[in-house]
């Protein structure tokens, strides 16, 4: 499965971005799918992930409660919803897809190029 990040942009602290993942390639409904983020100089880190038929969601602590995964399989998309941003949220912002379920980068196969988010104090 092919997956083509975006949305990304330069937003103040306290404000909105969207982010969005358009898959194609293989049924993009068999697979859960994450996103990641990665600052300069740190590892890449788990951020949200939904799963295959979009009932169940999981957020990494740091996002829990501002931070909305969503996905639309008839249109083969999933959405971040990123609400009252901080300066510590910007990072590359990458959206992956992974036949198991699990928080660990290694276990997603697919990968996006990534969308930068700057968040300015």
């Known amino acids: 499965v092919q997956l083509q990040a975006s949305g990304g942009g330069l937003v103040q602290a306290g404000g909105s971005l969207r982010l969005s993942c358009a898959a194609s390639g293989r049924t993009f409904s068999n697979y859960g799918t994450g996103w990641f983020r990665q600052a300069p100089g740190k590892e890449r880190e788990f951020v949200a992930r939904?799963?295959?038929?979009?009932?169940?969601?999981y957020y990494a602590d740091s996002v829990k409660g501002r931070f909305t995964i969503s996905r639309d399989n008839a249109k083969n998309t999933v959405y971040l919803q990123m609400n009252s941003l901080k300066p510590e949220d910007t990072a590359v912002y990458y959206c992956?897809?992974?036949?198991?379920?699990?928080?660990?980068?290694?276990?997603?196969?697919?990968w996006g190029q990534g969308t930068q988010v700057t968040v300015s104090s």
């Open positions: 939904i799963s295959r038929g979009g009932g169940n969601t």
């Open positions: 992956a897809a992974a036949s198991v379920s699990s928080r660990v980068v290694a276990d997603y196969a697919y």
